[in-house]
């Protein structure tokens, strides 16, 4: 507790620092250069009381914990939306140590760079903007190098692209990635494709700009390491975060025997709290590893009886449980 209060007086000190740097006139491609994401970060799962309101109670004991593993941030709304709790929240989380990513989706492009604005205004040290996707027959490549760029252009912090096909439908095409690259306030890429040909592919194509890309998933973290990503935003990691820092030094350290093991362990885990079972199995499972789950909002629903019994085989066979 004494460590998690001497992070928050750290922390409160360099927001103050580095949002103020920001207000002085900082210009967009320093501030972006500042910025190394190498590291893990959680997707943050948000407990909720039994009428679907955030519990800040759990939720700060939740980060509580987290602030005695070596995340290198905390990913927020990356992938279900509610803003209103991120103006509520902003506060606590900023009370921590970890980067600050906040999670940005609208079909347009004016109501994207509002957004941003807003959550940069509220201490968002960076956007993972997904794109547009209700109008995806028309989302080529030219108009969607127009919208990150106009996002981009304006926003006050460095910018994210999140590519995340399972729920847009749509993939950031390769030549739009590439050209984007070059945007002085476009960091990087968090690629949930899980294509490792593409993730090296587009490593390769942007190494003469310092454009970092993150895996999406725990499931191929290794592999998106073993061809040049930088780190990875894993929803595994609100269970098993210290292992998967674990597999980041690994990798980073070249270790990659003992990395292979505990992948290969990481696999089957990942996947049930993933595209298997989702939200709700993530929960559960977070309440089993000591966190805060808790029941997740309609229009979800919680695991059954057979589904539950799965998600703990996939734990307990892998020498989680």
């Known amino acids: 507790m004494h460590r998690v209060r001497a992070w928050t007086r750290v922390a409160r000190l360099c927001s103050v620092e580095y949002h103020g740097a920001w207000k002085r006139g900082l210009s967009q491609t320093a501030a972006a250069s500042r910025l190394d994401l190498s590291g893990i970060y959680p997707p943050i799962a948000t407990p909720f009381t039994a009428k679907e309101d955030v519990d800040y109670e759990k939720l700060e004991e939740n980060?509580?914990?987290?602030?005695?593993?070596?995340?290198?941030?905390?990913?927020?709304?990356?992938?279900?939306?509610d803003q209103t709790d991120w103006f509520q929240t902003e506060k606590l989380?900023?009370?921590?140590?970890?980067?600050?990513?906040?999670?940005?989706?609208?079909?347009?492009?004016?109501?994207?760079?509002r957004l941003t604005e807003k959550m940069a205004a509220a201490g968002a040290d960076a956007v993972l903007v997904v794109n547009p996707c209700f109008y995806k027959?028309?989302?080529?490549?030219?108009?969607?190098?127009?919208?990150?760029?106009k996002v981009a252009d304006s926003s006050p912090v460095p910018v994210?692209?999140?590519?995340?096909?399972?729920?847009?439908?749509?993939?950031?095409?390769?030549?739009?990635?590439?050209?984007?690259?070059?945007?002085?306030?476009?960091?990087?890429?968090?690629?949930?494709?899980?294509d490792i040909t593409r993730i090296g592919l587009i490593v390769h194509r942007t190494?003469?700009?310092?454009?970092?890309?993150?895996?999406?998933?725990?499931?191929?973290?290794?592999?998106?390491?073993?061809?040049?990503?930088?780190?990875?935003?894993c929803a595994l990691a609100n269970v098993l975060g210290q292992e998967l820092c674990e597999l980041e030094r690994l990798c980073q350290s070249g270790h990659w025997g003992a990395a292979k093991v505990l992948q290969q362990r990481l696999i089957e885990p990942?996947?049930?709290?993933?595209?298997k079972l989702g939200v709700p199995a993530l929960k559960q499972a977070m309440e089993w590893f000591g966190y805060h789950g808790g029941a997740c909002r309609s229009p979800l629903r919680p695991l059954t009886e057979a589904e539950t019994q799965q998600l703990r085989r996939d734990f307990s066979t892998n020498g989680w449980l």
């Open 63 to 81: 980060l509580q914990k987290y602030a005695e593993i070596p995340f290198k941030g905390l990913i927020l709304q990356g992938s279900f939306r």
């Open 93 to 113: 989380f900023l009370s921590f140590r970890f980067l600050t990513f906040v999670g940005v989706f609208f079909p347009a492009t004016r109501a994207t760079l």
């Open 137 to 149: 027959g028309k989302m080529d490549s030219r108009a969607l190098i127009h919208h990150f760029s």
């Open 160 to 194: 994210v692209l999140y590519s995340v096909p399972a729920n847009t439908g749509l993939e950031l095409p390769l030549d739009a990635v590439v050209e984007l690259a070059q945007h002085p306030n476009i960091l990087g890429l968090k690629d949930s494709g899980g």
């Open 207 to 233: 190494k003469a700009q310092d454009f970092q890309v993150l895996a999406g998933s725990a499931g191929f973290l290794m592999a998106a390491y073993c061809v040049g990503a930088v780190g990875g935003v």
């Open 270 to 275: 990942n996947a049930a709290v993933t595209r």
